[in-house]
């Protein structure tokens, strides 16, 4: 864990974007459900917990080896997105705490940054649907990088488009899969589990919090 005389001094704040941001892995969850019950097949908290955090491409390559489907990538994200956008227009909510600690970092006028293994439409319709696109001078997709988290490039070319070390830079993430990718940047990697990914291994994280408005946070930004 971090603490307040051994941590770094944070120069940049990096959100990962599904799940961080917004509740949108409970609607991924309820999306995968659907798609696998047309299916006659079950959305495990296995397989969410090996999908979760992962392009599109890698993740419906997971579901598909995993569950023996017969499907292509591109027809299951097809029918996927129809099922998501259905429910996104119903379901989607901010998580709690995130526009306080928006406030609090930009008083603090410390550069931060969206980078996340969704597509950058997906992204912008996200951040735009609560005014928040302009709120965020650097973002980060899928289209960015060559290679998906658990690999750290997303999080090494976050740090060089701001203009700082990945260790001056702290990453919020609420997976598996992110954290080691923030940790592999040598980032201050910081969890923030919620109920779809409470039992992922965060080991590798610097922190683990108990959500955006965990007070230990603030500390932590612009000391």
Same mark, same amino acid.
């Given at each position: 864990m971090v603490t307040m005389q051994t941590? %770094?001094? $944070?120069?940049?704040?990096?959100?990962?974007?599904?799940?961080?941001?917004?509740?949108?892995?409970? $609607?991924f969850n309820k999306t995968g459900q659907e798609l696998l019950r047309r299916r006659g097949k079950q959305f495990?908290?296995?397989?969410?917990?090996?999908?979760? =955090? +992962?392009?599109?491409?890698?993740?419906?390559?997971?579901?598909?080896?995993?569950?023996?489907?017969?499907d292509s990538i591109e027809d299951l994200r097809l029918e996927s997105d129809e099922i998501f956008d259905r429910l996104l227009a119903v379901h989607l909510a901010p998580m %709690? =705490?995130?526009?306080?600690?928006l406030e609090h970092i930009e008083a603090r006028e410390v550069p931060k940054a969206v980078a996340t293994s969704s597509p950058r439409v997906y992204l912008e319709n996200l951040l735009d649907r609560f005014e928040l696109l302009d709120r965020f001078p650097i973002t980060l997709s899928a289209e960015d990088v060559t290679h998906g988290k658990p690999h750290p490039e997303i999080y090494l070319q976050t740090a060089e488009r701001i =203009? $700082?070390?990945?260790?001056?830079?702290?990453?919020?993430?609420?997976?598996?899969?992110?954290?080691?990718?923030?940790?592999?940047?040598?980032?201050?990697?910081?969890?923030? %589990?919620?109920?779809?990914?409470?039992?992922?291994?965060?080991?590798?994280?610097?922190?683990?919090?108990?959500?955006?408005?965990? %007070?230990?946070? +603030?500390?932590l930004i612009g000391r």
């Open positions: 941590s %770094p001094s $944070i120069k940049a704040v990096v959100f990962d974007l599904d799940g961080l941001m917004f509740n949108t892995e409970e $609607i495990s908290n296995e397989l969410v917990s090996q999908m979760m =955090g +992962r392009r599109p491409t890698e993740a419906f390559t997971i579901m598909i080896e995993r569950l023996d489907l017969t %709690p =705490g995130l526009f306080e600690l =203009g $700082i070390a990945a260790e001056e830079m702290m990453v919020l993430e609420d997976s598996e899969v992110g954290t080691r990718a923030a940790a592999a940047a040598n980032a201050v990697a910081v969890a923030v %589990p919620h109920d779809h990914s409470r039992s992922h291994n965060f080991s590798v994280a610097t922190y683990v919090a108990t959500g955006l408005n965990d %007070p230990h946070l +603030r500390e």
